[in-house]
């Protein structure tokens, strides 16, 4: 730049001396003085400046930007290669460190000016202000853009008031976060539920108390009868809700069930009241398919028991019929087994076929009996030519029909005509 310059002037001008002056002043410039001083972020110089070349040695004073604190000599300097000399010499300010009580500051980066930080309240408090700040100028200074905020504690309404029972939590009207009340029944009334409940959170500022206030309920389960057992424990005659019995049998017998039962809620034992077996008898009863037993003053329930040699008739359920012709009785053996049984079969009624005929005509058919359809002479079978008395009592495939299909071959075309049902009669 300074050459080329330089080659200009030596065309315009002849005279060696300006020449040489020229050069003289050029190299200065290079070897030298500085230029405008450089645009700081942080600072900027104390008064105007309206120079745009600066000798070497200038010094310039400089201020920080507000904001900024000062940390070191606030000086540029001109230095001997032309240019601008300093080290940084401001530095953001801190805010101060905020304090939330019953929350959380997140500070993201750091507290210097232009960083933002994030409040939290703990579990059962909610946040009342900004949920954020940030670090920026204020009067000289720093400090938080919007005022702080706090956490305030949730709190519940008084707890629901209950029919046959009271709470411990007294009159107030709010009760705050984690404060529980404990609910007693009446007399004569059993506590279902939880005695205890709490005030907590939902939705982070509703409180809400928790588990669901228990319920007073009479309860009362009467004395179980099992006969042959001995009642180790809980002697009644009257037991309320979570009252227990132990049993155990008289020799000679086993237990079925359970030997602890309670009382529940729904005014009943469980798990279910055992049974004591005789250890010489038939218990559970033979499963029989499609029967029904035909003396109903048995309870015939699992726990039953029937001594050796007693016998249980059955019979089949309507739509069934014994598969041999022998009666239908189990009996309790020596060893303690049931009798083989007399099974019963699934029946089906004929179908009924217009214009066809049955391969087997009968009134019944059991499962799973086949009958083949044929059609009259001119007519076709619609539908599966054979069927299965299936185990739900019906046929399968659907039973077919029967109609008239007149059939004339002209040579090699074959004409399939249906016509009406007096045609046939004609015929
Ligand atoms: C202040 O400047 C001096 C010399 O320029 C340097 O040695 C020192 O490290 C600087 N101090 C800070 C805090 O930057
Ligand atoms: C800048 O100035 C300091 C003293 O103020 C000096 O120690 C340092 O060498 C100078 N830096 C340059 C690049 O000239
Ligand atoms: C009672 O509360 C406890 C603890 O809060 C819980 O584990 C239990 O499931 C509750 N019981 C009922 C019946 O709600
Ligand atoms: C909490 O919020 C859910 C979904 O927005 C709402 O269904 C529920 O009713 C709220 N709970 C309370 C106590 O307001
Ligand atoms: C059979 O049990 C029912 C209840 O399951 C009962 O009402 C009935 O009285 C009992 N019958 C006999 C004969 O024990
Ligand atoms: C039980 O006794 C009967 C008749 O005595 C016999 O047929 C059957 O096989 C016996 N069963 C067992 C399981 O021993
Ligand atoms: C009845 O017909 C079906 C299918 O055609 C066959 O699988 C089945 O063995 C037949 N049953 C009897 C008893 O013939």
Same mark, same amino acid.
């Given at each position: 730049? $300074?050459?080329?310059?330089?080659?200009?002037?030596?065309? +315009?001008?002849?005279?060696?001396?300006?020449?040489?002056?020229?050069?003289?002043?050029?190299?200065?410039?290079?070897?030298?003085?500085?230029?405008?001083?450089?645009?700081? !972020?942080?600072?900027? !110089?104390?008064?105007?400046?309206?120079?745009?070349?600066?000798?070497?040695?200038?010094?310039?004073?400089?201020?920080?930007?507000?904001?900024?604190?000062?940390?070191?000599?606030?000086?540029?300097?001109?230095?001997?290669?032309?240019?601008?000399?300093?080290?940084?010499?401001? $530095?953001?300010?801190?805010?101060?460190?905020? /304090?939330?009580?019953?929350?959380?500051? @997140? =500070?993201?980066?750091?507290?210097?000016?232009?960083?933002?930080?994030?409040?939290?309240?703990?579990?059962?408090?909610?946040?009342?202000?900004?949920?954020?700040?940030?670090?920026?100028?204020?009067?000289?200074? +720093?400090?938080?853009?919007?005022?702080?905020?706090?956490?305030?504690?949730?709190?519940? @309404?008084? !707890?629901?008031?209950?029919?046959?029972?009271?709470?411990?939590?007294?009159?107030?009207?709010?009760?705050?976060?984690?404060?529980?009340?404990?609910?007693?029944?009446?007399?004569?009334?059993?506590?279902?539920?939880?005695?205890?409940?709490?005030?907590?959170?939902?939705?982070?500022?509703?409180?809400?108390?928790? !588990?669901?206030?228990?319920?007073?309920?009479?309860?009362? *389960?009467?004395?179980?009868?099992?006969?042959? $057992?001995?009642?180790?424990?809980?002697?009644?005659?009257?037991?309320?809700?979570?009252?227990?019995? =132990?049993?155990? *049998?008289?020799?000679?017998?086993?237990?079925?069930?359970?030997?602890?039962?309670?009382?529940?809620?729904?005014?009943?034992?469980?798990?279910?009241?055992?049974?004591?077996?005789?250890?010489?008898?038939?218990?559970?009863?033979?499963?029989?398919?499609?029967?029904?037993?035909?003396?109903?003053?048995?309870?015939?329930?699992?726990? /039953?028991?029937?001594?050796?040699?007693?016998?249980?008739?059955?019979? *089949?359920?309507?739509?069934?019929?014994?598969?041999?012709?022998?009666?239908?009785?189990?009996? *309790?053996?020596?060893?303690?087994?049931?009798?083989?049984?007399?099974?019963? @079969?699934?029946?089906?009624?004929?179908?009924?076929?217009?214009?066809?005929?049955?391969? =087997?005509?009968?009134?019944?058919? =059991?499962?799973?009996?086949?009958?083949?359809?044929?059609?009259?002479?001119?007519?076709?079978?619609?539908?599966?030519?054979?069927?299965?008395?299936?185990?739900?009592?019906?046929?399968?495939?659907?039973?077919?029909?029967? /109609?008239?299909?007149?059939?004339?071959?002209?040579?090699?075309?074959?004409?399939? +005509?249906?016509?009406?049902?007096?045609?046939?009669?004609?015929?």
């Amino acid at each position: 730049m $300074a050459a080329l310059l330089f080659s200009r002037l030596w065309k +315009v001008s002849n005279s060696t001396l300006f020449q040489m002056m020229l050069v003289t002043v050029l190299l200065a410039t290079v070897l030298g003085d500085c230029g405008p001083p450089p645009k700081l !972020p942080f600072a900027s !110089p104390i008064n105007p400046l309206y120079d745009t070349e600066f000798k070497t040695g200038t010094t310039l004073k400089y201020t920080c930007h507000p904001g900024y604190g000062k940390i070191n000599s606030s000086r540029l300097i001109c230095d001997a290669k032309g240019s601008w000399n300093y080290s940084i010499f401001c $530095a953001k300010k801190r805010c101060r460190n905020p /304090e939330l009580i019953n929350g959380i500051v @997140e =500070v993201k980066k750091d507290l210097l000016l232009g960083s933002t930080i994030e409040f939290s309240c703990s579990e059962g408090f909610f946040l009342i202000g900004s949920t954020t700040s940030r670090c920026q100028i204020q009067g000289k200074g +720093v400090d938080w853009s919007d005022p702080l905020p706090e956490c305030v504690i949730a709190k519940c @309404e008084p !707890p629901p008031d209950i029919r046959n029972g009271k709470h411990s939590g007294g009159d107030r009207e709010f009760y705050p976060y984690a404060s529980s009340v404990t609910y007693t029944c009446n007399p004569y009334f059993s506590l279902i539920g939880n005695a205890s409940i709490s005030c907590t959170v939902e939705n982070k500022t509703i409180g809400v108390w928790s !588990p669901h206030p228990p319920v007073c309920e009479k309860i009362v *389960c009467h004395r179980p009868q099992i006969p042959k $057992a001995i009642f180790v424990s809980g002697f009644g005659p009257l037991y309320t809700y979570k009252d227990s019995i =132990v049993v155990n *049998c008289e020799e000679g017998y086993s237990l079925r069930g359970s030997s602890l039962i309670y009382c529940e809620a729904n005014n009943e034992w469980y798990p279910s009241v055992p049974s004591c077996v005789s250890m010489d008898a038939c218990t559970d009863l033979p499963d029989i398919s499609y029967a029904s037993w035909e003396r109903n003053d048995y309870n015939l329930s699992d726990h /039953e028991i029937f001594e050796i040699g007693t016998e249980l008739k059955y019979l *089949c359920k309507p739509g069934y019929r014994a598969v041999l012709d022998e009666p239908l009785t189990v009996t *309790c053996q020596e060893n303690l087994t049931w009798t083989s049984s007399n099974e019963c @079969e699934t029946l089906c009624l004929k179908p009924e076929i217009v214009n066809g005929r049955l391969s =087997v005509d009968k009134d019944q058919y =059991v499962e799973p009996e086949n009958v083949t359809i044929k059609c009259d002479s001119g007519y076709g079978v619609i539908g599966s030519k054979s069927i299965t008395c299936s185990e739900t009592r019906t046929w399968y495939p659907e039973v077919p029909r029967c /109609e008239w299909v007149e059939s004339v071959t002209f040579g090699l075309l074959s004409v399939q +005509v249906n016509m009406y049902h007096e045609a046939c009669i004609r015929e």
